[in-house]
C-alpha cells in the first residue's frame, strides 16, 4: 500500500513556473505507476500526465504536453510535477495518483488509480 502527500500549490501569474511534490510511503513505491491528475471547479478531474513504474514510458494530456514534465525519485519515494508557461486554465486541485498491476494503456483512467494524495490548489493569474 502507499500513502501519498502533496505540496508545492499556490498563487502564480500566467508565464511562471511551479513544481508539485509527492511524498508517498510504502516499501513497494517504485512498483507503481504515478500520475497527477486536476480538477476545475464544477468540472470532472482530468488526467495530467503519467509514468511508469520502469521509467520507459510518460504520458500526458494534449493540454499540457510540452508545458508539464512528470518525473519520479524511487529513492526519494519523491513525485514530481514540474509546470512551466502556466496558464489561467491550469488553475485547478491538483492531485498525485498511484496505481500498480494495472496495463499502461489504462494511464489516462483515473478509477485505474487505487491511491490518491489530498490534492493541491494551483491558481494562475492572468
Given at each position: 500500500?502507499?500513502?501519498?502527500?502533496?505540496?508545492?500549490?499556490?498563487?502564480?501569474?500566467?508565464?511562471?513556473?511551479?513544481?508539485?511534490?509527492?511524498?508517498?510511503?510504502?516499501?513497494?513505491?517504485?512498483s507503481?505507476?504515478?500520475?497527477?491528475?486536476?480538477?476545475?471547479?464544477?468540472?470532472?478531474?482530468?488526467?495530467?500526465?503519467?509514468?511508469?513504474?520502469?521509467?520507459?514510458?510518460?504520458?500526458?494530456?494534449?493540454?499540457?504536453?510540452?508545458?508539464?514534465?512528470?518525473?519520479?525519485?524511487?529513492?526519494?519515494?519523491?513525485?514530481?510535477?514540474?509546470?512551466?508557461?502556466?496558464?489561467?486554465?491550469?488553475?485547478?486541485?491538483?492531485?498525485?495518483?498511484?496505481?500498480?498491476?494495472?496495463?499502461w494503456?489504462?494511464?489516462?483512467?483515473?478509477?485505474?488509480?487505487?491511491?490518491?494524495?489530498?490534492?493541491?490548489?494551483?491558481?494562475?493569474?492572468?
Amino acid at each position: 500500500q502507499v500513502q501519498l502527500v502533496e505540496s508545492g500549490g499556490g498563487l502564480v501569474q500566467a508565464g511562471d513556473s511551479l513544481r508539485l511534490s509527492c511524498a508517498a510511503s510504502g516499501r513497494t513505491f517504485n512498483s507503481y505507476r504515478m500520475a497527477w491528475f486536476r480538477q476545475l471547479s464544477g468540472k470532472a478531474r482530468e488526467f495530467v500526465g503519467a509514468i511508469d513504474w520502469s521509467f520507459d514510458s510518460t504520458d500526458y494530456a494534449d493540454s499540457v504536453k510540452g508545458r508539464f514534465t512528470v518525473s519520479r525519485d524511487n529513492a526519494k519515494n519523491m513525485v514530481y510535477l514540474q509546470m512551466n508557461d502556466l496558464k489561467r486554465e491550469d488553475t485547478a486541485v491538483y492531485y498525485c495518483a498511484a496505481a500498480q498491476l494495472v496495463a499502461w494503456d489504462t494511464r489516462q483512467t483515473a478509477s485505474s488509480y487505487t491511491h490518491w494524495g489530498q490534492g493541491t490548489q494551483v491558481t494562475v493569474s492572468s
